[in-house]
Each structure stands twice: as C-alpha cells, then as structure tokens.
C-alpha cells in the first residue's frame, strides 16, 4: 500500500513544449539565416541577447543526444566515433565530444545540418568549458570569446569588500568589451534594453528555480532528481526570457500546492539521498532502482546549482534564493548597471 498519495505535475507537458520550442526555433533560424549565438548554457546568456537571435547551448543538447541514444544507439554512437576518429580521445568531456561529433557529423539531432552559429560565447568555468568552444569555433570558422569567471562574494570567508569590488570590476570590465566585440563582429547594432530586459529575466527566473528547489523541504519530497532534470532545464535553456519566468511562477504555486496537500513525487518515500557530481544522462534508470529501496534522490549541487540563483544568509549561515534585482529594489538603466 502507498505511503503517500502522488499525481502527476499539471505544468510538465508545458515544460515539454517550452523544451520542443527552443529545439524548433533554432532550427528555423538555421533555415532562415536569423542569427544563432552558441556556448555552453552556464555562459552569461543574456549578453547576446541584446540582439535578435537564438541561443544555441551545447549541454542540454547533447544531454538530450545521449537520451536519444537509447533509442537509436547508431546515430549518436556516430557522434562520439567521429569525435574520436578525428583525435578528440575518451577522456575529454563526455558534453564536449558530442557537440564536436555533432558538428563534425553535420548532424543536428532534431533533423537537419548543424545549426551553424554567428558567433560562440562561452563563460571558462573550467578548462574544457573554454577549450570546448573554442575548438568548435575553429572547425566552423566563426569567432570565439569566453568570459573568464572568477569565484566572487564568498561571503561565508569572509572576503574583504576590497577583493569582491575588485571582481566585479574584473567581470564587468570583461562583459562591456564583449559587447562592444559582438557588435564589431556582427555588424549589428546591440540593445541595451532587450539586454536589460533580458537580465531582469534571467535573475528572475534563476530565483525562482531556487525558490523552487526549496519546497522540496517537505516531506514527501515533491519533486524527485529525474523530475528535476526535465524542469531546471528550461532556465538552461532560456532563462533570459519572459516564458521562462512564467514557467517557473507555474510550477513555484504547482509545487506549494503539492506540499501542502503532501502529494509525493515516490509515493513509498522512506529515505531521501542527496546526489554528487553529473547526472547519469546514459542511465537516468538508476533513479528508479534507488526507489526500489524505499529511496528518493531529492536533488543535487547539480540540480539546485546549475539553475538556481542563490545567496549567502550569514544569519541563517546557510544559503537561500537570491532576489532578483528588481525585488531587491535595484534599477537597471544602462549596459553598465546590467554588467
């Protein structure tokens, strides 16, 4: 007999569509020759947003190539085959060599060529971050930029106002030299106010995702990590953009509701696990062999971190949802604000 009552989330066909959506406009792009932006989807995505065009991010993509994988092993096993034919060995990036062999393969794997980029802009959170878009910039033949992120504001050591200011003026310096590279680039004229815009969203929708992973406080846990995945990534995908804010307002009551009402995401929750590291794109499965033990993963670092914008309580010593500017009373007028 169940522990818990559970249904369905009522937002998940919406989380689908929005997923679908952002598949098919990069493809009409394509087709259409409308500019395509493309990096990894941690990249400071609002930035190129002060044009028109579509953000192509290379993680979810080929997180979804390694899903569809399991359906039809040829195709993608030909992504990694060309990847390592071509001297990109093993032991890289599991996200990288996929992309590569995609590219290589000139195979975009919701049908058609490879979607082929203006430009690519990625933010060098680690070697192979950086390395990553750079090699695929010189097989396309477009240019390359990385913002070179630093770890900032680690309130909890105790940072000295000095070294945080002197950070942000490291960061924001290097984002007014992007801009002013993309427009050099592009020919186009950048947007201030669509990059504003664009921001305002991204935090928003960043906080909100937070404010998401928070619910899943209660018992039963509302959400499992499987269900998790399908639903950060909208805020990978496009963050920057008003349906992702509505998206997760939806889900943010969605969730609430189902705390209340102790609707389960298991419905035998006996144990709650927090996981490390990657998901298992390959083996997504794992999760419902925990479940088989009475065990539920409820998240990961992954999980809240990738999508989630979060904060530094110090009276609480812990971390909780960061406020978006406009809640926290900051107006953005400039490229410099935003920056």
């Not at 249904?7 to 998940?12: F, N």
């Not at 750079?134 to 992120?149: F, K, T």
């Not at 390959?282 to 409820?298: A, D, K, N, T």
Request: glycine letters at 6%.
């Amino acid at each position: 007999m169940a522990k818990y009552k559970t249904e369905p989330l009522k937002c998940w066909d919406k989380a689908k569509e929005l997923r679908s959506e952002v598949y098919d406009r990069i493809a009409k792009a394509r087709d259409e020759g409308t500019m395509i932006v493309s990096g990894g989807t941690e990249s400071a995505i609002s930035l190129p947003a002060g044009f028109d065009m579509e953000f192509f991010g290379g993680e979810p993509y080929v997180a979804g190539c390694a899903f569809m994988g399991k359906n039809d092993s040829s195709k993608y096993m030909k992504y990694f085959e060309t990847a390592e034919a071509a001297k990109f060995p093993r032991d890289l990036c599991a996200y990288m060599r996929l992309s590569v062999g995609s590219l290589l393969c000139n195979s975009y794997a919701f049908g058609g060529t490879y979607p082929k980029p203006a430009f690519n802009l990625q933010t060098h959170i680690c070697d192979t971050q950086g390395k990553w878009y750079q090699i695929m910039s010189e097989l396309e033949g477009v240019p390359y930029n990385a913002l070179d992120l630093i770890p900032f504001e680690w309130e909890s050591e105790h940072e000295s106002k000095e070294s945080k200011n002197l950070k942000h003026k490291y960061l924001k310096d290097q984002m007014l030299d992007i801009i002013d590279w993309m427009e050099d680039i592009s020919g186009k004229k950048y947007d201030d106010e669509k990059f504003i815009n664009a921001l305002n969203c991204e935090c928003e929708s960043a906080s909100l995702w937070a404010q998401c992973c928070m619910v899943n406080r209660s018992i039963p846990a509302v959400m499992d990590e499987k269900m998790m995945h399908s639903l950060y990534v909208i805020a990978a995908l496009m963050r920057h953009e008003k349906a992702s804010v509505n998206f997760y307002k939806e889900l943010l009551d969605e969730l609430k509701d189902r705390a209340e009402r102790g609707i389960a995401a298991f419905e035998n929750e006996r144990l709650r696990l927090l996981l490390d590291g990657m998901p298992p794109w390959h083996s997504l499965e794992i999760y419902r062999y925990i479940e088989e033990f009475g065990g539920v993963s409820i998240g990961s670092h992954f999980s809240f971190g990738v999508s989630g914008g979060w904060a530094y309580d110090s009276k609480q010593d812990t971390r909780v949802p960061a406020m978006p500017p406009k809640e926290a009373g900051v107006e953005l007028r400039t490229r410099e604000d935003a920056c």
